[in-house]
């Protein structure tokens, strides 16, 4: 299987916008719950987001606060994250996986490279 390839991350100043995108491997299908996770420097890798393979029921992490969006395009078979009103404590590697029935765990044990998110105050 291929590998995820996560982009568009990037360092943006605190209150700034990215959007990551993350297109489909075989292990991330439309099939799939699929999710957006990050790690941050000494913390454990952590959930931020799934949208299920419908795409009707979204789930967020509380540290969200209704500031990013998930969302993803069948036809380019890509998952998105929209991250709005960013703060320095998103500073983490984002990283995309298919997400396990009924949790917030990912489905697979191996991870792509990432996009780093580098956010300022």
């Known amino acids: 299987q291929v590998q995820p390839v996560e982009s568009g991350g990037g360092l943006v100043q605190a209150g700034g916008s990215l959007r990551l995108s993350c297109p489909a491997s075989g292990r991330t299908s439309s099939g799939y719950t699929m999710g957006w996770f990050r790690q941050a420097p000494g913390k454990e890798r952590e959930f931020v987001a799934s949208?299920?393979?419908?795409?009707?029921?979204?789930n967020y992490a509380n540290f969200v606060e209704g500031r990013f969006i998930i969302s993803r395009d069948y036809v380019r078979n890509t998952l998105y994250l929209q991250m709005n009103s960013l703060k320095p404590e998103d500073t983490a590697v984002y990283y995309c996986?298919?997400?396990?029935?009924?949790?917030?765990?990912?489905?697979?044990?191996?991870w792509g490279q990432g996009t780093q998110v580098t956010v300022s105050s």
């Open positions: 996986n298919a997400v396990r029935t009924g949790s917030h765990d990912p489905l697979y044990d191996s």
């Open positions: 949208i299920t393979n419908t795409g009707v029921t979204t």
